[in-house]
């Protein structure tokens, strides 16, 4: 098998140099970037396509989760890996639910970790880390009273774009989009873009991707 296109995403990025690192040492040579796991990462992922993305957990699981459940919408047949610093159960199946295919505890030697990189991406990983806990039923789900202009700005928030790059695409002003994105925070009850993302994830507000314009959307990356 061909190296795999790998993507590194961290909020370290000194963490994400030395998974880098150890993945060049394993013959894992095609690694495309890493990019900063405290900020939206969709329209980079959809940039990029890489076959495996490994997820470095962070100092907010939150935003891992959310990164997780961003990449796994935008690019539905990626190998997601989670490094975690110790197998908490609860933990794992929460990251399961978001997307996660495998997970491994961080620091392992180059040779396993890019051994298991090639597996995941071979598709011959597979940990159900509880089979007792069902996926949501979308049609269970209450419906938390969005407009459908709420639901539209939703989407592209989920999908990494700014506020700015919304109100272009969509017509409106950024004060608008801002407005909005008030009565989306207090409606589903959550107080910033990465929570109002992952409850629309989990909550199956969010059925299909969006297909961000990549060249005017807002993130970074550091090869």
């Given at each position: 098998?061909?190296?795999?296109?790998?993507?590194?995403?961290?909020?370290?990025?000194?963490?994400?140099?030395v998974i880098?690192?150890?993945?060049?040492?394993?013959?894992?040579?095609?690694?495309?970037?890493?990019?900063?796991?405290?900020?939206?990462?969709?329209?980079?992922?959809?940039?990029?396509?890489?076959?495996?993305?490994?997820?470095?957990?962070?100092?907010?699981?939150?935003?891992?989760?959310?990164?997780?459940?961003?990449?796994?919408?935008?690019?539905?047949?990626?190998?997601?890996?989670l490094l975690?610093?110790?197998?908490?159960?609860?933990?794992?199946?929460?990251?399961?639910?978001?997307?996660?295919?495998?997970?491994?505890?961080?620091?392992?030697?180059?040779?396993?970790?890019?051994?298991?990189?090639?597996?995941?991406?071979?598709?011959?990983?597979?940990?159900?880390?509880?089979?007792?806990?069902?996926?949501?039923?979308?049609?269970?789900?209450?419906?938390?009273?969005?407009?459908?202009?709420?639901?539209?700005?939703?989407?592209?928030?989920?999908?990494?774009?700014?506020?700015?790059?919304?109100?272009?695409?969509?017509?409106?002003?950024?004060?608008?989009?801002?407005?909005?994105?008030?009565?989306?925070?207090?409606?589903?009850?959550?107080?910033?873009?990465?929570?109002?993302?992952?409850?629309?994830?989990?909550?199956?507000?969010?059925?299909?991707?969006?297909?961000?314009?990549?060249?005017?959307?807002?993130?970074?990356?550091?090869?």
């Open positions: 098998m061909s190296s795999p296109r790998t993507l590194i995403v961290s909020d370290n990025a000194l963490a994400a140099s880098s690192r150890c993945l060049r040492q394993a013959s894992i040579r095609d690694v495309v970037g890493y990019v900063d796991a405290s900020r939206a990462c969709g329209a980079v992922v959809a940039e990029l396509e890489p076959d495996v993305v490994i997820v470095d957990e962070t100092r907010s699981r939150e935003d891992a989760l959310a990164r997780i459940a961003e990449i796994r919408f935008t690019l539905r047949d990626a190998r997601i890996v975690v610093s110790e197998m908490d159960h609860d933990w794992l199946v929460q990251a399961t639910g978001a997307g996660a295919d495998a997970a491994v505890r961080r620091a392992p030697d180059c040779v396993s970790l890019g051994a298991l990189v090639r597996e995941v991406a071979a598709g011959n990983v597979f940990h159900a880390f509880s089979l007792a806990v069902p996926a949501p039923a979308q049609s269970a789900m209450p419906s938390p009273g969005l407009t459908t202009r709420e639901v539209e700005i939703l989407r592209l928030v989920a999908a990494g774009w700014s506020n700015g790059v919304i109100g272009g695409q969509l017509w409106i002003t950024e004060q608008t989009v801002k407005f909005h994105l008030s009565n989306v925070y207090r409606k589903l009850g959550v107080a910033n873009r990465t929570q109002a993302s992952l409850y629309a994830y989990e909550n199956g507000l969010l059925e299909l991707p969006v297909a961000p314009n990549v060249a005017d959307a807002s993130a970074s990356i550091a090869a």
